[in-house]
């Protein structure tokens, strides 16, 4: 029954969704006692631009690497 | 002034949402006493990569059929 | 799978919230297409002090009837 | 440690996005008595498509004026 | 039509939420140009043991002063 | 920077939470790379009577063991 959203900038691999959306989902079912048949979980990828910390966006604040 | 909030798949037709917030409306409008013109709905379309389900992304757990 | 999310004030009888998502479950699986059985709906009851429309606070805009 | 969440209409401009964050926090930390350094906003654009209001999909209720 | 979603650890004034929204909506609206009677804000008031940061719950990590 | 919302039903003990919350920021900062201090966890505890599932109540389709 639980829903697990996840919101997190732009960039994660679908290796680290798969990973991520497994272990959450384990978990919950170990300490909450519930079936993993019944857990959602929504990822949110949202990017920097729209997102903010301390009153600045994200893109700006923290600037991706050069490639 | 309520707030509706449709978290789906990616994937529904134009036809499907304008049918889905016409019939949504007028039932919360009717069964809760509020003004239709105050409802506001919102639809979030996810795509299957970013919702899991019992611990694996949609994507791997429903593919898509083949074209 | 669809997940919708229903906020409004507080107030609102069993019996409506019961209707509202037993037609909400069948309208949704009838439009997309879905299992009645994989929908899940939860209301969030808000406090009118804590909506605003226009700037102001919900329960001094609206307030209630004298009981 | 507040979180703001703001949907709306996508079209904002960057310039728009930097002052609203910048506005809200700054005034979020007066009036609430918190640090700047704490607040998150994320923004949520939506399609128009995906937002109704009084039960219609706003590009149709509110098209967009020809460029 | 913008909607904004506050949330925050319970224990604001009434007159602290009531400065809050009146104040946001009248940047949101001088910001994005839009009208103030069309934005909504819904204050989601959590209680610090329902909110972790850092992987600790706030009650623990942020102890409320003795009274 | 990452926030993550868990919604279920009411009920979990203090203790399940904090494993939870625990539990959730380490694996969220191992796998995506992200720092535990900047990992937000907000819980939402639902009324079984606010949440539905296939078109019923949750406290009416799966009502409490007697005391």
Not at 8 to 24: A, N, Y
Not at 25 to 37: D, F, K, L, N, P
């Given at each position: ?26 978990e ?40």
């Amino acid at each position: 029954m639980p829903i697990v959203r996840v919101e997190m900038w732009e960039g994660r691999t679908l290796e680290q969704k798969r990973e991520l959306v497994e272990v959450f989902t384990r978990e919950m079912s170990r300490i909450c006692g519930c079936t993993e048949a019944g857990i959602h979980i929504v990822i949110d990828e949202v990017k920097k631009e729209n997102w903010a910390m301390g009153g600045q966006l994200c893109h700006e604040k923290f600037p991706d690497p050069p490639a």
